[in-house]
C-alpha cells in the first residue's frame, strides 16, 4: 500500500475501487474506497458456511496484494464462525496451470474451496477442479465467478456443468437484487435518525436505477 501513504504525505485525494480492507484501515485522512472489504466477503462466506453445518475449508489465493489480503481476512475470521482452514495455497497470477495447488486442496479434502481470485484464474481454477474431480463446492471472495463473461468464457470452453451452475446463481442474483428496493424502504421507515435516513434515501434511489 505504498500509494496510500503517498496519497497522504502528497495530500492527494485517492478513490480505491480495490476491496482489500487495508486500503481504509488503518483510516487514512486522504484515502477512500467504494466496494465492500475483503472481510465483508469471508464474513458472509462463513456465515452461509455456517448455516448450512459446513466447516471445513481449503483456501487458494493469488500471489497479489489482492490475494494476500483477501487470505489473511480467511484466515483471521475463520475461527470466529468454528471454520477450520485445512490447507492455504497461494499460486502466481501469471500461471497458467494451476494442477499443483488444486491437487494438494483436493487431498485436504475440504468441503468447499474459498478462492480469492481475479478473473482469469477464477476460470483456471473452476476447469482444473473439474479436470481433477475435485467435489468440493466453491466460494468466490470476489470478482470471478460473479462476472457475466465467467459464464460465455466456460460456454465457449465446452464446460456446459459449470456453465449452467454459474447461470443459475447469476439468476438468483438478479432475483436478490430486485428485492433491494423493498428491504430499503423498509429499514427507512424503522430508523429515526435525520442521517441515517439520508443515507439510506440514497442507497434507494441508486438501487431504483
Known amino acids: 500500500m505504498q500509494i496510500k501513504g503517498l496519497c497522504e504525505e502528497q495530500q492527494t485525494l485517492l478513490i480505491s475501487c480495490a476491496a482489500a480492507e487495508v486500503i481504509v484501515n488503518p483510516v487514512a485522512k486522504w484515502v477512500f474506497k467504494t466496494p465492500q472489504k475483503d472481510s465483508d466477503a469471508a464474513v458472509k462466506i462463513f456465515q452461509h458456511m455456517k448455516s448450512k453445518g459446513i ?24 475461527p470466529e464462525y468454528g471454520v477450520q482452514i485445512l490447507v492455504s ?32 484464474d477464477a476460470v483456471a481454477i473452476t476447469r482444473q477442479m473439474k479436470e481433477l474431480n475435485v467435489s468440493a463446492k466453491m466460494y468466490g471472495v470476489t470478482v470471478g465467478g460473479d462476472l457475466p463473461k465467467f459464464y460465455d468464457e466456460e460456454l465457449r470452453s465446452g464446460d456446459k456443468a459449470v456453465a449452467k451452475a454459474v447461470l443459475e446463481a447469476r439468476k438468483k442474483l438478479e432475483a436478490a437484487a430486485t428485492r433491494i428496493p423493498g428491504d430499503l424502504e423498509e429499514t427507512l421507515a424503522k430508523v429515526s435518525s435525520a442521517t441515517e435516513k439520508r443515507q439510506l434515501d440514497q442507497l434507494l434511489g441508486a438501487a431504483r436505477q
Do not use: M
Not at 471445513?56 to 489482492?66: I, M, Y
Open 89 to 120: 495455497e497461494v499460486y502466481d497470477k501469471a500461471a497458467t496451470d494451476l494442477t499443483a495447488e488444486v491437487t494438494k486442496v483436493k487431498a485436504a479434502n475440504p468441503d468447499v474451496i474459498a478462492a480469492s481470485t481475479y478473473f482469469d
Open 55 to 78: 466447516a471445513k475449508v481449503g483456501v487458494l489465493s493469488s500471489n497479489t496484494g489482492f490475494g494476500k489480503a483477501g487470505k489473511e481476512q480467511l484466515e483471521k475470521l475463520a
